[in-house]
Structures are given as C-alpha cells and as structure tokens.
C-alpha cells in the first residue's frame, strides 16, 4: 500500500514522495506495485515487475551498444507492450528518450533523427501499409559500413521490434543478449547519475513556421506535473487506463507511462483503432479510465448500441469545449461516474484542469483551472492581464510547468518567451469569476484531426517534396468524423497535370495519415491578399464553390 492514497489532492507537493528523477520512480514503482497489472493487450499482460526487469536488460544492452549519459534514444514502434519496457530501459541508461510516432514516414522521421542526432533508433520494420524503415532508407540511404543508414551518421545502432528481419540491425533479443555481459551494478550507477534537471525525453511537435520543434522536458517537471494530474484525476492501483493516443505522444509517455508508475494504474494501449474491437478490448480488461477528444467517445458510442458497455467511472476530454450531448450520452449510455476535461501542449504538458466536484456545464463548457503551482494569466496584445469574460492570450510563468527550451532552437526558444518569463501559448480564452477558463481559439494556425494537432505550415512544406507542386496551401474545415480535416490547393509546376488522388496517395506514403488532406483541389494560382500572403478567406471562398458544385454533380 502507497504511503500516501493517490487521491489525496490535498497533499502539498511539497511532502508528497519525493523520486525527483525518473530511475528513482521506476524502483519505486517496482517495489511498490510489483505484482500489479503494469500493461495489458489483447493477448499479453506484464506487471510492474515483469516491467523493469525487462528494461533493465535494455538497459544493460544499450550500454553494450555505447550509448552513453545523455545521449539520444528514438522510438518509433507502435502501442505494444514493448515500448514502455524500451523507454524505461533508456532512462535507466541515462539517455534521452525521442519518441517518434509510427504515423510519420520517411521524410518527417529522418530530420528528427537528422536533429537531434540520435544514436539509437528502435523501430518496427512496418506498420499497417506502410514500410516504415524502406521509406526511411529511401531519404537516406541504406547500410554503409558500421552505419545502419547512411546519411544518419550520429545512428550507430538500429534495433528492430517484432519478427521481421532487417539488413544491418539488431532485433531486440539480440540487443539484450548483447548486454548479459554487462553487470547490474553499471545500471545502477548509470540510474544514480541523472539529476532532476537532466533532460528525459525530446517531445516533437510543428509551429506555425512549419518546422518541427522540440521540447525538451526534464525528469523533475515531469514527475510532478504528473503526480499532480494523476492525483485529481483521482488514478489509483485498481484503475485500468485505455490508451489510444500513441506512446509516442506526452499523453502515452507521460500521462500514462510515467503516471502508471506514479499511481500504480495499468495501462492498456491500442495500437489500430477499430471502434468495436477497441470496446470489446475494453470489456474484456475492465477499463475503468479512458482519455481521448470528443470524436473518439462519440464514434465508440455509435458502435456500441448492440455491444455490452465498459465500466468506465472516469472519461477525461481533452478540448476547448465539450458537446453537453456528449456528456449526456456518457452519462446515460455508459453509467460514466465522472466526467473531466484538461488543457494543455506539448510545451507545457498539462496547465488546466476540471476537479472531482464540478459540475457537467463545467466540464463542458471550459477546461478547468490551473493546475496547483501553474502560474497561467490571459493577456491583451500588450501583455497586460484581462479581467473575467475578456478574450485574451493564454500565457504561462517560466517553471516545472513550462518547457525549458526548444532542442538546439535557440531563436524559436527565444520567441516563445517573453523578457518576464512568460510563455505565450497563443491559444485564446475567457475565464470565468471562478477561474475557469474556456478555449475560443487559436491564434497559432493549428488544427485537430482525431485528436491530433496538424499544422498547415508543415502540411504545405511537405507537400512541396512532390515534383509536380510548385505551392500549396492548407485550409482547416469542419469534418464529421474527424472533428476537423485539412483541404489542399495545389499549383502545378508547368506542364504538369496534376491528379487530386495521385496527390492524396502520395501523401498517404510521405506523411502522417492526419496530416493528409482530407480533398486536394488544383488550382492555377493561389489566392493572395494585399501583403502578399495567402488570403485564407480566399481559400474558404474556393473550397465553397468546389463543394456546392461537388454537391451538384
């Protein structure tokens, strides 16, 4: 039993278990969940135990492999049992873990590597359609030498996750029996050397300037953002968390993996989201927690009018607003004891949060209230404070809640910051007499895809990577089935005749499938405004005509 119940939300942090660095947590959690569910899928269950001291073999094979305190371990594998066992065993080592969603492809997975030079990568040789790792070696390179990948000359070990084999890598028992000859003790000492400031994990995401940044983010804050976020939500030993966002997300890494450590929770990921077997999944391990936008709940609400529904007492929502139909429904439908909603950003993890006690027009409509210690205020254009039921900027004081720097972006780290220490989110908001505040928009040009954020920036530049696009432009519409989708106009080079759905299948195999655009219209210039800039009204007004003359046809 903790020595603390893990839902104690009145107390400080300051006299709550202090692990301060990821490895010491992980010993912890070994010692005191040890025989719990630590991860469960369709077919494997793994405890806390069976957890660590598979990483610790991980980790004893990546010091066979070299990798020294600090250095860069990717992840690109998806949610499967061994990624949590990965991870740890990384931090164990004293790396930096980079996880890397399995939905990236070739182009998007090797600036990653290329930037933050890693030195390890783990991947499955495929996922879905796609060959994941002969996509990448189409950017850069097969074997050369001792190197994996030629044009990566930082990665000096490829280890492969799964069955099939791959030229120039290691599986990843392999990998382990590599590093039978190294003692335990070398672990320990590895474990012991990490300090609460070290860097754990570089998180990617896109800004408006389309190019991927990313996040450094240390053991310290991580832990407590996380012992504070599982402890309104109220997460204990007897909770079993779905986890549908992927691993490779803050949500999967932190929220779930490092809170399951925390808390003692047992995670249970999905790695394809198919709506019956996702409910049937949750059915048969009892799931009792789940974290997912609007549009997850509501497509397995439709498929489960025929099915048995799962035992949820908690349904924590993720976005600026929440349909009350929706939480209705939960209620309804499902029995669903709570219903929350959150606020947060790769930069700054999680800042608002909803509490056990308030009310479903709450949780509706706002995303709660800072979280304990997260100095938020909402700004004019001046940087001055708004009063109540004024729109202004989110802004967040420099501190555990808010990233240190952007990995080796020094001017986009500068921009994010101003001379006080404040971190300008750029999304938009009202707050309430209460506190409460409530998302109204985002100044930064973001838009979700079934939960995901898609930048159009980043869209459009990689769209320039097909021959045939001379420009291109992104435009975010409403969808009914993914919340929202991104529509691409497209100017061809001369000469070219450009085809909407080569197009589409293009970038199906070059980016992330929620980047793709949902239609692809080929026009002959793009629309611009007075300063030169593309005029978004001008695309709204295009994809009209195109959608009533669609209509029409």
């Not at 660095?21 to 069976?50: K, Q, S, Y």
């Not at 599982?230 to 968390?241: A, K, N, Q, S």
């Not at 986009?412 to 506190?435: I, K, L, N, Q």
């Not at 002959?524 to 669609?550: C, E, Y």
């Amino acid at each position: 039993m903790d020595q603390h119940q893990p839902w104690d939300l009145h107390q400080p942090w300051e006299q709550s278990p202090q692990w301060s660095t990821l490895p010491r947590l992980i010993r912890a959690a070994a010692a005191r969940h040890g025989d719990r569910l630590a991860v469960a899928t369709a077919d494997r269950e793994l405890t806390f135990n069976d957890v660590v001291e598979a990483s610790t073999q991980v980790a004893r094979g990546l010091v066979a492999a070299g990798v020294e305190p600090g250095d860069r371990v990717a992840i690109w594998v998806e949610n499967r049992c061994e990624w949590p066992v990965i991870c740890l065993g990384a931090w164990q080592a004293g790396a930096v873990v980079v996880p890397v969603n399995t939905r990236l492809k070739g182009i998007e997975t090797a600036d990653i590597l290329r930037r933050t030079a890693a030195r390890v990568l783990f991947a499955v040789p495929s996922f879905g359609r796609h060959q994941h790792l002969a996509l990448l070696r189409e950017q850069v390179g097969g074997p050369d030498g001792d190197l994996p990948f030629a044009g990566l000359p930082a990665l000096r070990t490829l280890v492969t996750v799964g069955e099939e084999a791959v030229e120039g890598a290691l599986n990843l028992a392999q990998l382990v029996e590599g590093g039978a000859a190294v003692p335990v003790g070398v672990v320990a000492e590895r474990e012991a050397a990490v300090a609460p400031e070290d860097p754990c994990e570089i998180l990617f995401t896109s800004g408006t300037t389309g190019r991927p940044k990313g996040v450094v983010v240390d053991n310290a804050q991580t832990i407590r953002i996380y012992w504070d976020w599982t402890g309104i939500f109220e997460l204990g030993p007897e909770d079993r968390c779905l986890l549908v966002s992927p691993y490779a997300h803050g949500t999967g890494v932190n929220a779930h993996l490092v809170g399951s450590l925390i808390r003692g929770f047992a995670c249970v990921p999905v790695d394809v989201f198919d709506a019956t077997t996702v409910l049937d999944l949750m059915v048969d391990r009892g799931v009792t927690v789940m974290v997912g936008p609007p549009s997850l709940y509501t497509r397995l609400l439709q498929a489960s009018h025929d099915r048995k529904a799962p035992s949820l007492r908690l349904a924590a929502l993720g976005m600026s607003t929440v349909p009350p139909e929706l939480t209705a429904r939960l209620r309804e439908e499902w029995s669903v004891a709570r219903i929350a909603n959150a606020y947060g950003m790769t930069e700054a993890q999680v800042m608002l949060s909803t509490r056990p006690d308030d009310d479903d027009r709450t949780v509706s409509e706002s995303s709660g209230r800072p979280l304990p210690g997260v100095e938020l205020q909402l700004v004019d254009e001046a940087g001055q404070p708004v009063p109540p039921e004024e729109r202004g900027e989110i802004v967040v004081r420099r501190s555990f809640a808010v990233m240190d720097h952007y990995w080796d972006d020094p001017d986009a780290t500068a921009a994010a910051f101003d001379e006080s220490g404040w971190f300008h989110t750029g999304d938009m908001a009202v707050a309430d007499d209460r506190g409460n505040v409530r998302i109204i928009g985002r100044s930064k040009d973001v838009f979700i895809v079934n939960g995901f954020n898609a930048y159009p920036t980043e869209i459009e530049n990689l769209l320039l990577h097909h021959t045939g696009i001379v420009q291109a432009a992104i435009l975010a519409v409403p969808d009914d089935e993914t919340g929202e989708a991104g529509v691409a106009f497209v100017v061809p080079d001369d000469g070219v005749d450009l085809d909407p759905v080569e197009i589409r299948e293009w970038s199906r195999r070059s980016m992330a499938t929620y980047k793709v655009p949902k239609h692809v219209l080929v026009v002959d210039d793009l629309p611009l405004g007075a300063t030169g800039k593309v005029d978004r009204n001008g695309l709204a007004d295009l994809f009209d005509h195109w959608s009533r003359q669609a209509a029409e046809a």
